[in-house]
């Protein structure tokens, strides 16, 4: 291909085709997930339950379980109701209502394995359904802790990257420039990073994609921050090129980070993309303080990676 | 070996020995599993009981667990009903089939933990026991929860692979296509094939296995599908030979796809074969339609990667 | 060094160091296990517990969730004893035995959180106490319900290895040959072998350990058995040696496998080690019948990959 | 760089920058932790609740659920206090004080789904409330069945580190050289080592990364002890440095090993470092003592590793 500067580069598969979209459209959202809708299966055959409910926010997962608790007690309060409140000890009430609450209660202190026994089951029948419901609800808890523990021990992404991708001076030429820092307080290492440029081709409107040469492209700690650097030199796609002509061709630069979380030892996958909009010229990143407390520790501000300033 | 072309290539040992079984005899079931029955260890010794609890189908491990509550209330009330009702405080029934049924109830109060109190153990023998069902049953609802986990939190394979495979025109020459798509919302990364032919040789009768040589081996994402294509080259084992000596020799390619579930980055193995009854000739794939819906998400239905057309 | 037919062989490193015991000491136990017991900072410090937990056979571990069990209730009986029976509801026995074992069932019935209520604590100090018994009870459970699911979804090697390992005819050669197959129906994959010689050197009786070079050192599955050769050629260690030889030089094998379980896609580690009483020459393998039964699934019996025949 | 004797070296990026701090700050603390804190987010946006509760000792972990668990009692007491202790029936009590306590008790017989069931909700309110608040008990104990189970199933560091670097003879010339061995009785496989020198370049006042080559990096088994030498030959930064020198350099040694823990194939990270001032001129290890007991097993006394003598 002829479009950057005369020169031939090495296109890369990363598993995007080659069609292009329209501008807006972006491969990978804010949050690193990939911006495609798999559908054709049928309505739910596409989604993993599992998947989903470790996925949803922890404010819907609550909402979830306290809808699914009132649900499944109203379902068996009603099935109760009907063979009865005759056939429960311990009800009192005379109104229909009352009674209907009450058999709420036996219901949810039946699936809950709580069992306070004031109110119990009598007949055949509601004894075998409070059996099987205490079963349910046993088999629907051991369900929740796995969840549970699926959603919070998953690997998370918790890397923070810089607002701006920069084109800054870089020894004697320019380079792509961008910040990462771990949000969090445990040790991310063995981290490794790949960066792709994805571009339109304006000769035959298809995308195009590009491993870009970095400086350095794994360090053992995410400690502090790492500046990852691209030199443009000329055996770079973005040789010669300015924001603007970045901008004509959509130009799209995916980061792939993989690193392993220190505490669990697990792999964790990091992705970010920067639209040529957030492209940054003729400024340089502020070297992060790095300062030490009164208890002997590093101390570092991982807010301040987006800190640049005017060459 | 002399039967292709007259050329020699190199053979690949994949773990199935050479030994020809009749011609319709796969080596993966259509589910990607392995065709081999393992014994010789006496009934049960081959079966290990939790890969077992986690691979059979989830509407036969509800059976099984309802199955087993079922027979482990009725044996612990028969115990209770040897001891007599007598032991029991708060059996009210007269007749002997009424006080086995009460029994079985309360065996299920015990053992869930749901305790009502209703019935409860007076003498010391049946305190004692149901004193060891209700820890009996802790254990059994702990292992639950474990078989549970396990069984949802499985990497499991999510691939969908097109009905057939092609011959199909690849640049000048012809390539054997077949597309992958991952059936589910969430994204498999960093995924690698390899794919194997296996054939009978003619003149021995003895199995071979050849290492296919692959356009894109791996891609990062496996957002939309991908075409894996083995270019039949003068190099390739498939060059020259119709579908109809491919069928003589009863050809299987084997596929091996190793991908990074992304929301667990936990590895997946997919796999995958076709007989040479599902080779087509003179075909191509018709791309996949993707589209921008108005939530700016691409969106692909892959169920569309079946389709192909005459060339 | 020259004990080996006056050529240099490359020693390896795999952690033993080069002290040579009595010849009776192996490094590997028959199970795989390392033959090495680590003392010296103090007499629990050496121990893992939950590691500990995880590989005391079930028997012992169902022992000792028993007898722990039947510990705390007589403990907190004793508590709740001390306190006086009068603090308690329902208790309606009057001897002080029949009261300290009414208590111990109100003990079970707390920590498993079972809770009839015909006994119930009244006095505050009893009541603080259940209530304490009742957490303790499910962080008791919580902790078994870990164990026990990191006892059975721990990877387990599943290798079974031929009794013997023969000095067999292999190409125009000699081939140092053992078998190994697995002994469950789930699917070993990926699976990688390193076999490593070490033998006493008799000039300085000091350990040495050698690679072996393998025909085929990995395979993809491990659906049938898998034959590992090492040809004895000019460059092995063994050529030209007798088991005579290797007696004297109390030569043990010692064999690494690594694959992948494929339901859970972790990686299984096996060891297995021969000493050359284990050696037979003049020998060879029997091959494994592989049938096709009537579901049309290949059938193997692993423990046949033991037989061996008189050459 | 010309500082160490005139030659050049090639520095190493582990992630930790260059800016040089007061000489009493290390990289890592003794335990292996890296000496830096993280801010800039909001003073709990740092935190990640899930890996503080895993990290925390365990003598303070069980102290957080004891207080969480007379906290959240309270607080349900003190809300059914005010609802009114007619609400419930089988309070007995008369004065407020005992009847707030009775409710303490309840309210922990309903969270830990108890229930004994002598006091129970009987107005609508209190049976919501407590039908709630089984709920929160359930997803609570959830909760803490998956932390328990995150703390002890985590891969750990379990390397014990000889006090001392040692610069000890080596061959003809001198080597560094430090010691490890695996405190516990489970096994380490697959050892890899890393060892990096940082030192203060006393031109720039910048720190600089080296990695030291080493006589063997990969151990299969650290069955026993690990010597770990770099061998100070003149291609290595310490060539003729004297312990002075270091320290003015304010040296410090950085370990990296990875191993597989063998019970559950994880990996395990083990880090350390060195600062001058625990360097050893002309002394040596003194080998470790390896006997066979009675059982046959060799015993090895880890805490001998530190030990060393004069040459």
Same sequence: chains 1, 2, 3, 4.
Avoid: C
């Amino acid at each position: 291909m002829a479009i950057f500067n005369g020169k031939k580069y090495n296109e890369t598969e990363i598993g995007f085709g080659s069609k292009n979209y329209r501008d807006s459209v972006r491969f990978f959202n804010s949050d690193g997930s990939v911006n495609v809708w798999r559908t054709g299966l049928g309505k739910l055959n596409n989604i993993d339950i599992y998947h989903w409910l470790i996925k949803i926010s922890l404010k819907n997962f609550i909402f979830l379980v306290i809808t699914f608790y009132a649900i499944i007690n109203i379902f068996f309060a009603s099935i109760y109701f009907l063979l009865g409140a005759n056939q429960f000890g311990g009800i009192t009430s005379v109104s229909a209502l009352d009674q209907y609450l009450d058999l709420i209660y036996f219901s949810s202190q039946t699936i809950t394995t709580v069992g306070y026994g004031h109110v119990y089951p009598m007949g055949h029948i509601a004894s075998i359904i409070a059996s099987i419901q205490s079963l349910l609800g046993l088999l629907i808890f051991a369900i929740i802790t796995g969840v549970l523990f699926g959603r919070f021990s998953r690997p998370k992404d918790t890397l923070l990257y810089s607002n701006h991708i920069l084109i800054a001076p870089y020894r004697q030429i320019k380079g792509l420039m961008f910040r990462v820092a771990n949000k969090k307080q445990f040790e991310l290492i063995e981290n490794e990073a790949k960066v792709v440029m994805t571009t339109k081709n304006p000769e035959n409107n298809k995308r195009e994609f590009y491993t870009l040469n970095l400086e350095i492209d794994r360090v053992n700690f995410l400690a502090l921050s790492w500046t990852i650097v691209h030199p443009i030199d000329d055996k770079s796609p973005l040789f010669g090129l300015s924001i603007d002509e970045l901008n004509k061709r959509d130009v799209e630069i995916i980061i792939l980070i993989k690193g392993v979380n220190d505490t669990f030892s697990s792999s964790v996958y990091s992705r970010h993309s920067y639209k040529s909009s957030q492209f940054k010229e003729n400024v340089r990143f502020i070297p992060l303080k790095q300062d030490v407390d009164n208890r002997g520790k590093v101390v570092v501000s991982v807010n301040d990676i987006h800190l640049h300033e005017t060459v």
